[in-house]
Nanobody, 120 residues
Framework: QVQLVESGGGLVQAGGSLRLSCTAS????????MGWYRQAPGKQRELVAT???????NDADSVKGRFAISRDNAKNTVSLQMNDLKPEDTALYYC??????????????WGQGTQVTVSS
């Protein structure tokens, strides 16, 4: 079992910045992919950005140039720096990790979600 704990959400005005962080803990050998997804009310969950262990990034067109994802492999953490926030970025943000457990079983875990609200 792998647990993901998120922090850093909140309320910010349009044009402002927030930084989300997520730490993984549990029976882990390695985490191959970490990332962030978001879900706005009435909408499906969507990819924000992911990053591989080697630092390869995949991010949504809607956040390119505004959001930056990074990770610390030694600490099993992933962060999302969000700049120039827009009201349409308002959503519940979820941390996600694809990992290999100590029993050599692949798995996927989700955090509990952290709310980001951007006011106009």
């Amino acid at each position: 079992q792998v647990q993901l704990v998120e922090s850093g959400g909140g309320l910010v005005q349009a044009g402002g910045s927030l930084r989300l962080s997520c730490t993984a803990s549990g029976s882990i050998i390695s985490i191959t992919l970490m990332g962030w997804y978001r879900q706005a009310p009435g909408k499906q969950r969507e990819l924000v950005a992911t990053i591989t262990r080697d630092g390869i990034i995949n991010d949504a067109d809607s956040v390119k140039g505004r959001f930056a994802i990074s990770r610390d492999n030694a600490k099993n953490t992933v962060s999302l720096q969000m700049n120039d926030l827009k009201p349409e970025d308002t959503a519940l943000y979820y941390c996600n990790a694809l990992y290999l457990s100590r029993s050599f079983t692949p798995g996927r875990s989700w955090g509990q979600g952290t709310q980001v609200t951007v006011s106009s």
